[in-house]
């Protein structure tokens, strides 16, 4: 009886084998199959971006302008409705940005002279 066991377990492992040899050369030649494929799609747009690259080597470079500034000169008047004041004892100076002549709306009151 154990004679008949371990010739089916032969039998057995030989088919397993041969299965699993050829499952395996079935999946390799599919994944050789798929490289190809894959190359030679690699290779068309490596192609197409090499043309690409000269057309655009081709075109003379774009100028970029910065734009312009606005009035970097200082302003040489002085505003009349500039002010200095003192708020705890420290000295602030009032300095409108804008050219108008109009005080504003309310301002610190200044501590008494000493």
Known sequence: MSRRFGWLLVVAA???GIFMITRASAVQGDAED????DAATLLRRIAALEQRVATLEERPPAA?????L????PNPEIPRNWGAGQIN???FYFI????GNTLPQQRAPSAPAK
Do not use: E
């Open 34 to 37: 798929k490289t190809a494929t």
């Open 70 to 73: 606005q009035n970097t000169k």
């Open 14 to 16: 030989s088919l397993v």
């Open 64 to 68: 970029i302008i910065p734009p312009a």
């Open 89 to 91: 004892g420290q000295t």
């Open 96 to 99: 409108p940005l804008s050219g």
